[in-house]
């Protein structure tokens, strides 16, 4: 890329940031240290600026440590954000409607390009069932709140069955897995890399990815009291992000070199999910704040939450008043 449109997609970058989230200029450089607690999953770009360390080096000359806490899924690490044990992290779509209907004061900050490739509806290589209307009475893995939630809600409204007509089994990834290949479940609902090694390892087949129904959109969020506490911290993620996502961007086999070691899958896995990433991480926006009110909606009619939520009150100070519904 040439490296004048580098340089101003980076300052422009910065500067929306900085408008969204209220920035004041310059970094807040003090004696006493501080840490910024980051919850990751097995997957992203998150997991592999991690690996690099491109963002202790960022701000040690802050005075900021950084700390890592692995989580199975989206859920999980909110909760941890909502209980104060990290400060910022990345989930999937349906999580943060999730925490926020249960009370947790957090902020979206960024999400990256629609991936819709990037989950999916599978069953064993064996299993008689070729249709999405067929889970009709069936049993139905899938991690409760996370962002495959959405795609099973869709996918079962396109094929005529009420959600209510399966027996959704609430399981984390990897008890999934486990009850997915003794067939205890009929169908599992999983996101990459998951979704690559049950397809690789398993023989797992796809009956409906997000193609066509959900835009799944990676989110980062960040604990709304460190946010405004710390904005020049949010906006060095950010940018050390927007950097890695270009590099990254038609470079799937050298990311799944970097992801393979980090999430304990085979290279080939990797570069499958890899390839179904989407790069580009961009501020949050209304346009897709009002797709993410249409989740939460749809998730309220359902009785999944307990309550109704306006997405508009998780957004960054300056978009708050952005009407979302």
């Known amino acids: 890329m040439n490296l004048l449109i580098v340089s101003l997609f980076s300052t422009r970058l910065s500067l929306v940031l900085g408008l969204a989230l209220g920035l004041v200029a310059g970094p807040a450089v003090g004696q006493n240290r501080t840490e910024l607690r980051i919850g990751y999953q097995k997957y992203g770009t998150l ?13 040690a000359p802050q005075g900021v440590d950084v700390r890592w806490t692995e989580f199975p899924a989206g859920p999980q690490l909110l909760e941890g954000l909502n209980v104060g044990s990290i400060d910022f992290g990345t989930v999937g779509e349906a999580p943060p409607i999730f925490a926020q209907a249960a009370g947790a004061d957090l902020v979206y900050v960024a999400n990256q390009p629609p991936a819709p490739a990037g989950e999916a509806i599978v069953v064993g290589k064996d299993s008689p069932i070729r249709s999405v209307a067929e889970l009709k009475g069936r049993k139905v893995a ?27 089994v609430f399981l984390a990834p990897a008890d999934a897995r486990a009850a997915f290949e003794r067939g205890s479940v009929d169908a599992w609902v999983i996101w990459d890399p998951f979704l690559a090694a ?15 129904l959900v835009a799944n959109h990676q989110f980062y969020l960040a604990s709304r009291p460190y946010a405004d506490k710390q ?7 950010v940018e050390e992000l927007a950097k890695l996502d270009r590099w990254a961007e038609g470079n799937s086999r050298e990311v799944a070199a970097f992801l393979a070691p980090q999430i304990g899958l085979d290279p080939g896995v990797a570069e499958v999910a890899a390839s179904r990433f ?27 939450i307990p309550k109704a939520i306006r997405i508009s009150d998780a957004l960054p100070t300056s978009l708050k008043t952005a009407s979302t519904r």
């Open 198 to 212: 049950a397809e690789k390892q398993l023989g797992a087949r796809v009956l409906a990815d997000g193609k066509g």
């Open 142 to 168: 899938l991690n409760k709140g996370s962002n495959v939630h959405y795609l099973l809600v869709k996918a079962l409204e396109k094929a005529g069955v009420r959600y209510s007509e399966i027996q959704p």
């Open 231 to 237: 904005p020049q911290v949010i906006r060095a993620i």
């Open 47 to 59: 997991t592999i600026l991690k690996a690099r360390g491109d963002l202790e080096k960022r701000l």
């Open 278 to 304: 989407a790069y580009g991480i961009v501020p949050i926006t209304p346009a897709v704040a009002a797709q993410q009110q249409k989740i939460a909606d749809s998730f309220f009619e359902l009785k999944l």
